[in-house]
């Protein structure tokens, strides 16, 4: 139990870390972004502009790859303990089975 909790909050971590670094990033002023138009419409009218996104990716890549296997493992480890429940009640129900028709008398 105390293995699912870890996994849950370190699930929950990758998970709200990449989005609290993405608006850090955001809140940082563009220094390329002060070549201001007159009229951008105009501008816009007589010549092509082209769009300048960011130099970098604004969420890393390897808190997603790491988020990501988190969830698989989660989901696997929820999967065989589910399987090793579903594997004891159909034993307990085989012993009972067993037991009933040892029993002097029948079913």
């Known amino acids: 139990m105390r293995a699912l ?3 849950f909050v370190l699930a929950g971590t990758m998970l709200i870390a990449p989005g609290l670094l993405a608006q850090d990033d955001a ?6 972004s002060e070549q201001v138009a007159e009229d951008p419409a105009e501008e816009r009218a007589t010549q ?11 969420i890393p890549g390897g808190p997603l790859l790491l988020a990501a296997y ?20 159909t034993a307990d129900e ?3 089975l067993s037991a009933e028709i040892r029993a002097p008398g029948g079913p």
């Open 48 to 58: 092509f502009v082209g769009v300048r996104g960011p130099d970098a990716e604004s």
């Open 70 to 89: 988190a969830v698989v493992w989660v989901l696997l480890f929820v999967y065989l303990l589910r399987m090793r429940g579903l594997q004891k009640q």
């Open 27 to 32: 809140a940082e002023p563009d220094s390329t």
């Open 5 to 7: 909790i870890v996994a």
């Open 94 to 96: 085989l012993e009972r």
